[in-house]
């Protein structure tokens, strides 16, 4: 038996597999509560890469930032697809594991095999025209973005000129959602009901799954929608993109677009926030140097909404960090553990308002998120017109009493409650220097939207003055 020192001990390099070495499981307490002491106790004992239990499903978790870029840059030798997975092969995976039906949607950040390519290239189509910012789209997606976030501000000022208020779910989180089904093309304000059970799913209640069986429906019948008339929205240019796309195919790359547009940004809006309003004075002078974008990278650095990435699977036997890879195992990328490896970490200067890039946020390799421009740019827009909005901002709870959830996927707030004090309303900028109609016509019509069921909810939200 061959034997090598990690970081945190003695580590076997013999013929043991995954499944007999008696995993610890990951989704503890401790990790719902504070992840980076969970992802540094595994690295003391297993070194950059560990043995972890997921809900009664061994895997491999990768804590190094050195070996998170060998598997994500290399995917011939650690390819994504569940038909490489050799326990789900063997029948081994449970039929009611908890998290089979989040990895069973066949979409693109799933998707393996030779499908996998044609269907990138559709969707590296699709979005430049909202990536591009010379693009007319990409304008007047900027300009959509204000809209809808002025909407929710001035829906928050109801409650008075100063007031309190959950920015998570007044506004961090309908923003990207309406800005979605602007991306998606529901004709005014139609898609709301698709936008809360969207939020029914990522919550995990009892009623998510009715809600996901609902929301597929009503993708597919978008889907069908835009088969037949198509116009200028992403569904329409995905499909003149890649036309061989079932309506079936073409309803799970819109789910994928909407559930991660809709977390991942509205996770990054607040945390951005948080970063601002309670970080160093280095970083609100950032911010009002007009660097809104370095304020998030630092706090993507610090807080990556999509702590672990979707698995993927060793095509080979293959060394990694203390232990060798088995054919077909499961490989988890841990981008919060590798944001922590002293490696990485060492070596972003806390004191500057310049952030690194090297961050593993939007993953690294040929499979790196495809909309992370697309994302940036939403969130970018949203944090910069709250902080135009409000003459103040500050939270109503110490930022270490925050309540958190987490997930095997991703890690945002429950609730950003805060106290603010309301600018006068501003004239609304475009995105373009052009005129404020542009933003105006992407808004639907005001009484339909006040019988939305989305907006009925978050007029419900709406506090009263302190």
Request: glycine fraction near 8%.
């Amino acid at each position: 038996m061959d034997s090598q020192w990690g970081d945190g001990g003695s580590v076997d390099l013999d013929d043991t597999r995954l499944e007999a070495l008696s995993p610890q499981p990951l989704l503890t307490r401790d990790y719902e509560t504070r992840p980076a002491l969970v992802y540094e106790r595994l690295r003391q004992q297993h070194g950059p890469v560990a043995p972890v239990d997921l809900l009664g499903v061994p895997a491999w978790l990768v804590l190094g930032y050195r070996e998170a870029l060998q598997v994500l840059q290399d995917d011939d030798g650690f390819p994504k697809g569940l038909e490489n997975w050799r326990a789900r092969s063997e029948g081994r995976v449970p039929a009611d594991w908890p998290l089979g039906p989040s990895l069973e949607v066949n979409h693109i950040l799933i998707q393996g095999g030779p499908g996998y390519r044609p269907l990138r290239m559709a969707w590296d189509v699709a979005l430049k025209p909202f990536q591009d910012p010379r693009h007319p789209q990409a304008k007047r997606l900027k300009a959509a973005v204000t809209a809808y976030a002025d909407e929710l501000i001035t829906l928050i000022g109801q409650g008075g000129k100063t007031g309190v208020a959950d920015l998570s779910a007044q506004f961090s989180r309908p923003l990207p959602l309406m800005v979605a089904s602007h991306l998606l093309g529901f004709p005014g304000s139609q898609g709301d009901d698709a936008l809360m059970d969207m939020w029914r799913v990522l919550d995990a209640g009892p009623d998510a799954e009715a809600a996901l069986e609902r929301l597929l429906a009503t993708l597919a019948e978008l889907a069908a929608t835009k088969l037949k008339k198509p116009g200028d929205d992403f569904p329409s240019y995905l499909l003149a993109a890649h036309p061989d796309l079932s309506l079936d195919q073409l309803a799970r790359e819109l789910f994928m677009l909407l559930g991660m547009t809709s977390d991942h940004v509205g996770i990054l809006i607040s945390n951005t926030v948080v970063e601002v309003i309670s970080g160093e004075g280095s970083v609100r002078a950032s911010l009002s140097a007009g660097m809104v974008r370095e304020a998030m990278n630092r706090s993507v650095m610090r807080k990556p909404p999509l702590v672990n990435f979707v698995p993927r699977f060793a095509a080979a036997d293959t060394p990694l960090g203390n232990y060798t890879i088995r054919a077909g195992d499961p490989v988890w990328v841990s981008p919060g553990a590798a944001h922590a490896d002293p490696l990485f970490a060492d070596h972003v200067a806390s004191g500057t308002t310049i952030s690194t890039r090297a961050h593993l946020s939007w993953g690294a390799g040929p499979r790196q998120c495809p909309s992370r421009e697309l994302a940036s740019t939403v969130a970018a827009a949203g944090v910069g017109r709250l902080f135009e909005r409000f003459d103040h901002l500050a939270l109503a709870l110490p930022a270490d009493q925050l309540p958190w959830r987490s997930s095997p996927f991703m890690r945002g707030l429950r609730s950003l409650p805060v106290r603010y004090d309301l600018s006068a309303a501003p004239a609304r900028p475009s995105a373009d220097g052009s005129a404020p109609e542009v933003a105006e016509e992407v808004l639907p019509d005001r009484s339909a939207r006040q019988r939305s069921s989305l907006w009925r909810y978050l007029t419900g939200l709406i506090r009263g003055g302190r």
